[in-house]
């Protein structure tokens, strides 16, 4: 699909199982902004994280990642700070659809924990697939159906909805 980002030598940070959502989003910060709730993201596990992360990192973890509650900041803090992508065994069913909803590219891939923390990573959405730079390894992913594709390239649900509703006003009006 024309459009969908390559991500070229972004930085692996490799997480474990379990990462959830008030790691990523500490829970004592949420009457914050979610620019000041990034700065505290994952600072249990790594508190030089925030700080550190560049744009086009992607991260990669374990089982389960995003467990816990439902809350959207979970998501937005690693839009906030750049990070490109999670590459995870497995996924929350919440913070899954959250993800995709709000325009974070999500991958299922067993292989996921076997990064090297600080490897330079190279992710094709399009193809599902991770290329270790480092180690010369290719890393295959569950390939994301169209629809998902569809919502990332678009920046989320929301604004998927509003091009369609454009799309559809125009298509009237042209009539």
């Known amino acids: 699909m ?100 709000l325009g974070l590219p999500l991958l299922v891939c067993p292989e996921a924990a076997s990064v090297a923390n600080g490897a330079r990573v190279r992710l094709a959405l399009a193809d599902g697939a991770v290329d270790d730079l480092d180690s010369g390894r290719r890393l295959i992913c569950e390939p994301l159906p169209a629809h998902l594709l569809t919502l990332i390239h678009d920046g989320g649900l929301v604004p998927h909805l509003e091009k369609r509703l454009a799309r559809e006003r125009a298509a009237r009006t042209s009539t």
């Open 2 to 101: 024309s459009g969908i980002p390559r991500i070229d030598a972004g930085r692996a940070w490799l997480l474990g199982d379990d990462i959830n959502t008030d790691l990523l989003a500490p829970g004592k910060y949420m009457k914050h902004g979610v620019e000041e709730i990034a700065r505290h993201c994952l600072e249990s596990l790594d508190p030089t994280f925030a700080g550190a992360v560049r744009p086009g990192d992607i991260l990669f973890a374990g089982r389960n990642f995003g467990a816990g509650s439902s809350r959207e900041q979970a998501v937005e803090v690693l839009r906030v700070l750049g990070v490109a992508a999670v590459v995870a065994v497995s996924f929350s069913g919440l913070y899954f659809r959250n993800g995709f909803n």
